[in-house]
């Protein structure tokens, strides 16, 4: 089944504990992307990735990284995470780097920085 | 700056009115133009998107939208609604030029009453 699988589903951390929210699609996607969302804020993209090696910042890439090293996984860092970081997180991927291109999006990683 | 503006955060219909949610965009030139539905616990679908061409597209699940220039809007419309279209519809705009990102409006909240 053609899917974007995010993991975990929902996590609570604590100030400062380095995490990894990873995410992984399986239709050989060129595209991906990560997005969070917050009450009455709708979706914001924080970094996106066209290619292999190629990511670039969204809105909001303040205290997120990323990396492409291989086209399935796109994951998600948060080096020293704060409080204002607790939200709903999406990874998204589509065929190719056109607008046109539908995204397709994972189920979402509720994040809670305690 | 582009923005686009969902000017309902909250609407009410009841099983088999119809319905319209509105969304207005700011852009330099036509921006391409999507509608995501978010069910409650899930990430987004596409429903339908605009390029060119006309002005009137068909999406899934028996939606449709209409692109007017002149008023720069997008607006979301469905004969009947069905209990089951209850969820959470984010607008959302690319400029089609460069890089593929995507900029979402804040969402409408839709509740269907029996």
């Known amino acids: 089944e053609a899917q974007v699988t995010q993991n975990p589903r929902y996590l609570i951390t604590v100030t400062g504990k380095k995490l990894t929210v990873t995410c992984s699609q399986n239709?050989?996607?060129?595209?991906m992307s990560w997005y969070r969302q917050d009450p009455g804020l709708g979706l914001r993209q924080i970094y996106y990735s066209m290619n292999v090696e190629v990511t670039d910042k969204g809105d909001v890439p303040e205290g997120y990284k990323v990396s492409r090293k291989e086209k399935r996984n796109f994951p998600l860092i948060l080096e020293s995470p704060s409080p204002n970081q607790t939200s709903l997180y999406f990874c998204?991927?589509?065929?190719?780097?056109?607008?046109?291109?539908?995204?397709?999006f994972g189920s979402g990683t509720q994040l809670s920085v305690l | 700056a582009q923005s686009v503006t969902q000017p309902d955060i909250h609407i009410t219909v009841s099983e088999g009115a119809s319905l319209e949610l509105r969304c207005n965009y700011s852009y330099g030139a036509t921006p391409y133009l999507f509608w995501y539905v978010q069910s409650p616990g899930q990430g987004l679908q596409l429903l339908l998107k605009?390029?060119?061409?006309?002005?009137l597209v068909q999406g899934i699940k028996g939606f449709e939208a209409e692109f007017k220039r002149s008023q720069s809007s997008f607006n979301l419309r469905k004969p009947s609604v069905h209990w089951s279209d209850a969820a959470e519809y984010f607008c959302?705009?690319?400029?089609?030029?460069?890089?593929?990102?995507?900029?979402f409006g804040k969402g409408t909240k839709l509740s269907v009453i029996p």
């Open positions: 239709m050989n996607h060129e595209y």
């Open positions: 998204a991927s589509s065929l190719s780097t056109t607008p046109e291109e539908k995204l397709f």
């Open positions: 959302a705009a690319s400029s089609g030029a460069g890089s593929y990102q995507l900029t």
């Open positions: 605009y390029f060119s061409g006309d002005t």
